[in-house]
């Protein structure tokens, strides 16, 4: 089978395209056909080592030292279940299914081995397999902390920065489905994509300053690493929370250390469970949430994937064709 890899930490030129054998699945296992898979942040990151303040050690130590130990990314992917292990049950061959196996990685390839029992359901039918194959990564993160993490509830005012990204565009989505009241802030060029996307209100992330508007919000949700928690907390409502997702190591260390803190702020890493997955798909076919898609690739324009992600001005998710 083919397969994208990288195998040294690096620029997005590192990545190769190359054959290794086909998987077979084991026990408890489905082999699937990958249709289609996205290039998002975290595969960014991994190639990159581009990661928060304080987690350069820590991350060469879980990943690999001097190279991935993984060399095949991939977060996400959509396909068809070709062949089952002994006991996998729960699907047949021919089901198109949707899978995350978030920090193992792999989806990078026409071939990924995935347990029956994780985190891997049937596509929904309101989805094409480009926006199934985009639903996971930003969906959990989204799901994770507005629901989990910041406990939201209907009514509540939330501020979304970075609404037309890949988590911002999800966040977006479900808070409104959960009963929240949104607004988004973006660059100006996609205001009508985070309207449609069902934000109430929309700021200029380059025009306006959000703690200047004398506008107040219960949930503040910074999904690119933009702003700082003191910066934040000055428009909270008395029970307000700020969502860091992409907090860098002295943040989290501050979220566990300080009373006002540890009271306010919410961090750490997002969920990778076959129920949000399930949750997920409930809302596509509701019509709640559609993943939103920058652009398209195929298989062997991996590296100008890359690239795109890497580039400002992306809204939404980098989608790879990996089988017609």
């Avoid at 070709?82 to 990685?105: E, K």
């Amino acid at each position: 089978m083919k397969v994208a890899t990288c195998r040294k930490y690096g620029a997005a030129s590192g990545v190769r395209i190359e054959s290794l054998p086909t998987p077979k699945p084991g026990p408890g296992e489905v082999l699937i056909r990958v249709l289609a898979t996205t290039v998002t942040v975290a595969d960014w990151r991994v190639r990159s080592l581009t990661v928060p303040r304080g987690f350069g050690l820590l991350t060469r130590a879980a990943l690999g030292w001097r190279a991935p130990r993984q060399p095949i990314m991939g977060t996400e992917f959509c396909g068809e279940i070709v062949a089952l292990g002994d006991g996998a049950q729960g699907f047949a061959r021919g089901d198109c299914v949707v899978g995350f196996s978030g920090a193992a990685m792999g989806c990078h390839a026409e071939f990924k081995v995935m347990s029956a029992a994780g985190a891997l359901i049937h596509k929904p039918t309101a989805l094409t397999v480009e926006e199934a194959a985009a639903m996971c990564f930003g969906g959990t993160a989204a799901l994770t902390f507005l629901q989990d993490k910041a406990g939201l509830q209907a009514g509540e005012r939330v501020l979304v920065l970075g609404a037309a990204g890949v988590v911002g565009s999800a966040a977006v989505q479900i808070a409104k489905a959960m009963g929240a009241e949104v607004t988004a802030q973006g660059a100006d060029q996609h205001w009508g994509v985070m309207k449609a996307l069902g934000a109430r209100r929309v700021i200029d992330r380059n025009a306006s300053d959000f703690t200047k508007l004398g506008q107040v919000w219960d949930v503040i949700f910074d999904t690119t690493g933009a702003v700082s928690f003191e910066q934040a907390r000055k428009v909270l409502g008395p029970e307000g929370r700020v969502l860091l997702l992409a907090a860098d190591l002295p943040q989290m260390l501050g979220a566990l250390c300080n009373p006002v803190r540890r009271q306010k702020l919410r961090v750490g890493p997002a969920r990778e469970r076959r129920e949000d997955l399930r949750a997920l798909a409930a809302m596509a076919e509701a019509g709640e949430y559609r993943p939103l898609i920058d652009s398209q690739f195929d298989f062997a324009q991996m590296v100008e994937a890359h690239r795109r992600v890497e580039q400002r001005g992306k809204a939404g998710s980098v989608v790879v064709a990996v089988a017609d």
